[in-house]
């Protein structure tokens, strides 16, 4: 059985945060915003892989108001994700991300963010693909107030 899931997030960008996208620091004057480390690209990853399960959104697993999970890297909370979908049979067969941001320029990071990603999900490096593109100035992200991130996965369960 193949199914399919999609995620979507957006996280402010602000002085005095480290940025960390796909579990890489990114050395940046700015970061992004938010109850966990923010990391925009893991938060849409894990919302993708549960759709693809069925079982609802991050913020009904990991609720901004649990004090216990405060600045919490998002590495930790893909592990947990990661647990429920093996849990349930799953494998990832293959996940595509593209992330939105005016600012920093991104390519330098991104096999880091595949490596980090394949060994978070147990999977090669060829099933992970991330694009990163800009909004040509446009809209929130082009006026760099915040950086988006959407991920598409399919997942497999040989049962
Ligand atoms: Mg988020």
Redesign the pocket.
Known sequence: MMRIGSGF???RLEKDRPLILGGEKIPFPRGLK?H?D?D?VL?AVMDAILGALGEGD?GQHFPPTDESLRGIASTRLLARVFDLMCRKGYTVNNLDITVIAQEPRLAPYISGMVANLSSLLDVSTQQINIKATTTEGLGYTGRKEGIAAQAVVLLTNQE
């Open positions: 997030d957006v996280h938010g966990s923010a925009v938060h991050i």
